[in-house]
């Protein structure tokens, strides 16, 4: 069964940069696009950053927009997050998700509530000290 493998997380200062990966573990799968979101503990999953798979429509949140860069090599199916100008509100577990055929990054970017993709990650954590 094809997992998510999230890496690149840690404890940086504010202002420090930091570049996640997710790859794909236990095969390949179809998908029509990539997403990151991220997690406070007690507080619900948000969306952070989606692209599509060609690499042409990117989506952020309002909260990393200017701050945050999602790219993807599609031939190592890799997605990355670039996050500069780290800030301690970014603190948060960070999940890579893909769906099925058919969630366009836009639907990414806008899931319903409660909505579970098909793919997720395990999560790593990324840490901002003020």
């Known amino acids: 069964q094809v997992q998510l493998v999230e890496s690149g997380g840690g404890l940086v200062q504010a202002g420090d940069s930091l570049r996640l990966s997710c790859a794909p573990s236990?095969?390949?799968?179809?998908?029509?696009?990539m997403g990151w979101f991220r997690q406070v503990s007690g507080k619900e999953r948000e969306f952070v950053a989606a692209?599509?798979?060609?690499?042409?429509?990117?989506y952020y949140s309002d909260s990393v927009k200017g701050r945050f860069t999602i790219s993807i090599d599609s031939d190592k199916n890799t997605v990355y997050l670039q996050m500069d100008s780290l800030k301690p509100e970014d603190t948060a577990v960070y999940y890579c998700?893909?769906?099925?055929?058919?969630?366009?990054?836009?639907?990414?970017?806008?899931?319903?509530?409660?909505?579970?993709?098909?793919?997720w990650g395990q999560g790593t954590q990324v840490t901002v000290s003020s």
């Open positions: 998700g893909a769906d099925r055929p058919g969630t366009t990054a836009q639907g990414l970017s806008s899931l319903p509530e409660a909505y579970e993709l098909d793919y």
């Open positions: 692209i599509s798979w060609g690499g042409t429509l990117t």
């Open positions: 236990g095969g390949t799968f179809n998908t029509y696009a």
